[in-house]
């Protein structure tokens, strides 16, 4: 099996979603599978043996003393150690550490996340069936899965999940409370929660149960004529029939173009990623080269099989978080010219990797190649400098973006041609006569930075959240047309569904006024008014409507969505200009 993923960075949101990563040499390829093999059964004198064949060879003569040296370790500390040695987190630590002197993908991973990663990949897990964020004081439920175990017994927005089994989780994160609520098919667990109006804790005895995991989290017509599918949850077995029958519905709504919203999406699968392309390229149209180990000694090039391919105007939206196979896809889209890419340059992950299985049910990802465009550019960002945490919290701080158009454009002129981003890797000039560079991602043709969220929002977020539990729960005097009762799901909330008045909005003002903890001033609020807006309205139908109706509210208000929305003249504009072969200059 072949993935096309990062590492996701740490997210104050847990969706249940999962992370892969990998690269190799020969000589610690041998060690790192032996190492596995006797992972947490290493006894007080066992060694490895039978790595070598005994031959001069200079390879075998490296795995020899590499095998001389770990011995020797593990015998001093056997016999010298004052306390109990943990051989098994022992003989993972050291996987992983010699996994890290590769490359950032490239990882050993034991028995829990091995599991988890082929969950994901199967795009279903057993659980109960809920989304659940990280706050201040603890884990909370934002939403629930329709007809899923937690929404079948009456969980909901709001509810604070204090214990898991018995075990106290209010100091836990939220990927603690993840792990802990999934398990075996029809297994029970019990959740004790903690809901605003009810004085003592409610307790939930649930039994876990097949749990779908989407690629696409959102479809709807955004605007008359113009369909959005939010393809951010991976890619895996299910995303391009899933993106397949988005598409045949919104078509059936009206849908004349489209955007693809890629951000945030961590990658996932390599065919998947070559399907979802092939929804929009002709049959034959290269959408990837793979070169590099073992079966990519000799460049493997992945074609177009869309033997109908959608000829719609198309925008794709992506950001600094899209990586991997989201990259893959944006590539082949901006190489052949049949699309915009809008929003911010990728992650720049552009290294594949083969997934190996070991015993005890534990696995690794190595890298075996490098990924390449269309037209030849490599998508990987340098990871020379060593440092994890720069790789995976900014990009290179010399990169020079593309101007930011701003305002309306005049839709009659020609599209201009893509303001080079010099990387580390050379330009190529792709369809219609663009020129990109490798070794850094994706670089859009329309730049538009998201927004940075100060402190004093993310407080107001904080508190908004806080008061919609209220809200909600129908506590507030004078608001109790808010309290929602049942969770309606599959509805797009309307204009006139839970307005934001300034009753609302005064309430609010009261309520940080009572909780100092939030830090927020009411004359905050009033500076901040249209987000604060956003956010309480955002709240409001999630608790009413589920999670998917709330993010729908942040969309129609998204910079980068209202970008692409202009951009989709543009879109077509190319990818006539492509299909005829005419070149913009």
Do not use: C
């Not at 706050?135 to 175990?149: C, F, K, L, M, W």
């Not at 009659?412 to 560079?437: C, I, K, N």
């Not at 047309?481 to 969770?487: A, I, R, T």
């Not at 956003?534 to 970008?563: H, K, P």
Request: no cysteine; charged share 20%.
């Amino acid at each position: 099996m072949e993935v096309a993923r990062q590492l996701e960075p740490p997210s104050s949101e847990y969706k249940g979603g999962g992370w892969v990563t990998k690269k190799f040499t020969v000589t610690a390829a041998a060690v790192i599978i032996v190492a596995a093999i006797f992972g947490g059964t290493i006894g007080t004198t066992q060694k490895f043996s039978g790595l070598t064949s005994g031959t001069t060879n200079p390879s075998n003569r490296v795995v020899q003393d590499i095998e001389e040296d770990y011995n020797e370790a593990i015998s001093t500390i056997i016999s010298n150690y004052s306390g109990d040695v943990d051989h098994e987190k022992a003989t993972q630590a050291a996987i992983q550490g010699m996994l890290s002197t590769l490359d950032p993908h490239s990882s050993y991973l034991p028995y829990t996340e091995f599991k988890k990663m082929k969950e994901d990949h199967d795009s279903r897990f057993f659980g109960i069936g809920v989304t659940i964020v990280q706050h201040r004081d603890g884990v909370y439920i934002q939403s629930t899965v329709e007809n899923a175990p937690a929404a079948r017994l009456g969980l909901r927005y709001g509810d604070k999940i204090v214990e898991v089994d018995g075990k106290d989780s209010r100091e836990w994160s939220s990927e603690q409370v993840s792990k802990n609520v999934r398990g075996g098919l029809g297994e029970p667990v019990r959740i004790k929660v903690e809901r605003a109006g009810h004085p003592a804790p409610l307790y939930f005895t649930i039994v876990r149960d097949a749990v779908p995991l989407p690629s696409i989290r959102n479809a709807y017509m955004i605007r008359p004529g113009t369909g959005y599918i939010g393809l951010t949850g991976g890619f895996q077995r299910s995303s391009d029939d899933e993106l397949s029958k988005a598409m045949k519905r919104l078509q059936e709504q009206g849908m004349r173009q489209l955007i693809l919203d890629l951000r945030g999406n961590p990658g996932g699968l390599l065919e998947q990623a070559i399907d979802v392309a092939s929804e929009f390229l002709p049959r034959g149209e290269t959408i990837v080269s793979v070169k590099g180990r073992t079966e990519y000694s000799e460049p493997t090039v992945y074609k177009s099989t869309g033997s109908n391919p959608a000829t719609l105007p198309l925008v794709v939206l992506i950001n600094r978080n899209s990586a991997s196979a989201s990259e893959i896809v944006a590539g082949a889209i901006q190489d052949h010219g049949r699309g915009l890419i809008v929003g911010e340059t990728s992650f720049g992950k552009g290294l594949v990797q083969r997934i190996f299985s070991l015993p005890f049910n534990t696995g690794l990802t190595l890298t075996t190649a490098r990924y390449y465009t269309p037209y030849g550019r490599s998508l990987q960002r340098d990871y020379s400098s060593g440092s994890l945490y720069d790789y995976y919290t900014r990009h290179n701080p010399d990169e020079t973006p593309p101007p930011a158009v701003n305002g309306p454009r005049n839709l009659e002129a020609p599209l201009p041609l893509a303001t080079p981003t010099p990387h580390s890797g050379p330009g190529v000039q792709t369809a219609v006569g663009r020129v990109f560079y490798g070794g850094g991602g994706i670089t859009p043709d329309i730049e538009v930075k998201e927004l940075a969220n100060t402190t004093t929002r993310l407080r107001i977020a904080e508190a908004a959240f806080h008061f919609t539990r209220q809200l909600a729960a129908g506590l507030l005097p004078g608001l109790e047309s808010y309290k929602v009762e049942k969770v309606q799901y599959g509805k797009t909330a309307k204009q006139g569904d839970f307005p934001i008045t300034e009753r609302v909005l005064e309430a609010f003002r009261n309520f940080v006024r009572t909780q100092p903890d939030f830090q927020v001033l009411p004359s905050q609020i009033d500076e901040e008014l249209d987000f604060t807006k956003l956010r309480l309205r955002q709240e409001i139908i999630t608790a009413s409507f589920s999670n998917d109706a709330g993010a729908r509210v942040l969309l129609d208000s998204d910079m980068q969505v209202l970008r692409a929305l202009e951009a989709l003249p543009d879109a077509k504009r190319l990818a006539d200009n492509a299909r005829n072969g005419v070149w913009q200059g």
